[in-house]
């Protein structure tokens, strides 16, 4: 037994196991576990209890604040490499999330809990790429405070359905329209390097949030993902003004799995207090 930090007592996984890499993963408390963990095992724990971490263990050299500084300025490389640095810990924070599900819900099939440890070594793939272009710029990792706000809403998620409701359906797929804006962004300020690299990183999110469509489909009995049961598997106080940019990237969308019918309601979707709703 151990206690892990901002959690009670809970039962460590076996040593050998996919859940002990997970659990290792998000517990890992320097940047090198974070960014260059070993390889996954092959062995699953049979049995294993459910797993809810609320906390990740994180690297001295990431300071965490409640309030993350807004990403502007992208004309100088300073600006750009602040942005870049929010980026990698989103990517960061995905990659420790999809660990969390793998010991959150160990009685989802196995083939889902194997594709979200693909998506993890993705994450962490994207997060090397994007410190690339952060020590380009003339910077490093802990040159910037972060915040873990993906860290304060996605434990609440009840089961693996509204997990991938709010990961895959949600942040991943506003991914798809941040990646896009930001590389054009980047492109104007003359960062054409820079730009490639969130147009690659956009185009490898595709897959995520394809999974995300297809696991919610199947957790939820449905021929394609619905727009009001999605909805409704948003953990309060999420909801899809947030799991949105715009324009919305429709074509990306599509190729993800995600039907006009449902596109056209999340454009067209609005929180009932804003004027005139």
């Not at 517990?27 to 809810?52: F, I, M, N, Q, Y």
């Not at 809990?113 to 272009?133: K, N, Q, S, T």
């Not at 960062?191 to 690659?200: N, S």
Request: hydrophobic share 40%; net charge negative; charged share 25%.
């Amino acid at each position: 037994m151990a206690d892990a930090p901002g959690h009670a007592t809970v039962p460590e996984p076996p040593l050998g196991t996919v859940q002990r890499w997970a659990w290792d993963y998000i517990l890992g408390s320097t940047l090198d576990a974070k960014l260059s963990p070993p390889p996954p095992p092959e062995t699953w724990e049979v049995g294993a209890p459910p797993r809810r971490l609320d906390v990740p263990g994180r690297p001295s050299v990431l300071r965490v604040v409640t309030k993350a500084a807004k990403t502007r300025g992208l004309n100088s490389p300073h600006g750009r490499a602040r942005a870049l640095h929010t980026f990698l810990h989103h990517e960061l924070q995905a990659a420790e999330l999809m660990a969390w599900a793998v010991l959150a819900f160990p009685e989802s099939p196995l083939e889902f809990r194997a594709g979200l440890v693909r998506i993890a070594l993705d994450e962490i793939r994207h997060m090397h790429m994007y410190a690339g272009e952060i020590a380009r710029l003339g910077h490093a990792v802990g040159d910037f405070t972060v915040r873990d706000w993906f860290w304060e809403r996605i434990p609440r998620c009840p089961d693996a359905a509204s997990f991938v409701a709010a990961m895959g359906l949600g942040f991943e797929s506003a991914n798809l329209e941040h990646t896009t804006s930001y590389a054009a962004r980047f492109r104007e300020a003359g960062d054409e390097e820079g730009a490639r690299v969130q147009e690659v990183i956009g185009r490898e999110e595709v897959a995520h949030v394809r999974f995300g469509a297809r696991w919610f489909a199947t957790f939820t009995g449905s021929f394609e993902i619905d727009f009001v049961r999605w909805k409704a598997s948003l953990p309060s106080p999420l909801s899809p003004l947030l799991m949105r940019g715009r324009p919305l990237h429709r074509d990306a969308r599509r190729r993800g799995g995600q039907p006009e019918a449902f596109l056209d309601q999340l454009d067209a979707w609005q929180p009932d207090d804003l004027p005139g709703s």
